[in-house]
């Protein structure tokens, strides 16, 4: 048996996928995020920066 709260957890969060999916609009046109990679000795590390135009 499933516990109602999280029943309902579960449906807010299908609703809310829904509700992305629909509008399309996941963050304000003025958030950005912005990729580096930079090499340490052999390894190769990838770094994501979140970056906006009013920070």
Do not use: C
């Amino acid at each position: 048996m499933v516990s109602p709260h999280l029943q309902a957890e579960r449906d807010r969060l299908l609703s809310e996928i829904e509700h992305i999916r629909h509008t399309e609009t996941v963050d304000p046109a003025s958030v950005w995020i912005e990729s580096n990679f930079q090499a340490k000795g052999e390894k190769l590390y990838e770094y994501y920066k979140l970056n906006s135009e009013n920070p």
